[in-house]
């Protein structure tokens, strides 16, 4: 989804548990790595990095730094030159994707999951946010391109992100992500405090992928310098929080 929302754009993913860790788009792979992996270099140890391009040598290098702990690189292809460097960390696991089918591939838009004593089916969540377009404006001031460009790109890590979420960054990477938790505003200070591994809040957009209950993570937000807001209205105090 990234790659048709900024085509043309390296984009590098690192997962930790199933989930993103960091995330960054870039003009070259290297570019991407080296911004992903900056956002929060202590979560992003022993992740899953993937690439939406080819792995050539100097990303390759840049995987097997001896400072880095990386299980698994998954991209479309490698040079010859990667493959011989990415060799000599002996416990990293290397995977080619597949070729995509020239004709898109049927999906019912269903997801199984295994429960005790049976299956649970359920549709499966596709965001339609792809551009400023699909975007409402409810504030008094309106965002920037820049910040509504960062709210999409915010909006579809969230989406991938396990509830309660909140993803924080800006228009080419994530800075930080708070996931699985109890209440939104643990996700929101979670976020927070993890991007101060790294790049920080200040003139972050924010994503949450369900509704406030409460204005108290606006406030957080605000506090830290965040500047804008994307999560789907819902609440009773709706109007409170905007």
């Not at 840049?62 to 040079?79: C, D, H, K, M, W």
Request: net charge negative; charged share 25%; glycine share 8%.
């Amino acid at each position: 989804k990234l790659t048709e929302i900024r085509p043309g754009k390296s984009v590098c993913v690192l997962i930790k548990h199933e989930m993103p860790s960091g995330v960054a788009l870039g003009d070259t792979a290297e570019e991407a790595f080296d911004r992903a992996w900056g956002s929060d270099a202590l979560s992003n140890f022993g992740s899953v990095d993937v690439f939406n391009g080819p792995v050539g040598e100097p990303l390759a290098r840049r995987l097997v730094e001896s400072t880095r702990n990386i299980e698994v690189v998954y991209a479309p292809g490698f040079e010859p030159e990667a493959l011989e460097v990415l060799a000599t960390r002996k416990t990293l696991r290397v995977v080619r994707m597949g070729a995509f089918p020239e004709e898109p591939a049927l999906d019912t838009g269903w997801e199984i999951k295994r429960v005790a004593g049976g299956l649970l089916v359920q549709q499966r969540f596709d965001s339609r946010i792809r551009s400023a377009a699909d975007v409402d404006i409810v504030s008094n001031r309106r965002p920037s391109a820049e910040e509504i460009e960062a709210a999409v790109f915010m909006w579809i890590i969230a989406y991938f992100t396990r509830s309660n979420a909140v993803v924080i960054g800006d228009r080419d990477k994530v800075r930080g992500i708070g996931s699985g938790q109890r209440s939104r505003i643990d996700a929101a200070d979670c976020a927070i405090r993890f991007s101060r591994r790294g790049y920080g809040p200040e003139g972050c957009v924010l994503a949450s992928d369900a509704f406030m209950p409460f204005p108290d993570v606006v406030e957080l937000a605000a506090q830290n310098g965040i500047t804008a807001i994307i999560y789907p209205l819902g609440s009773i105090r709706d109007q409170e929080v905007i």
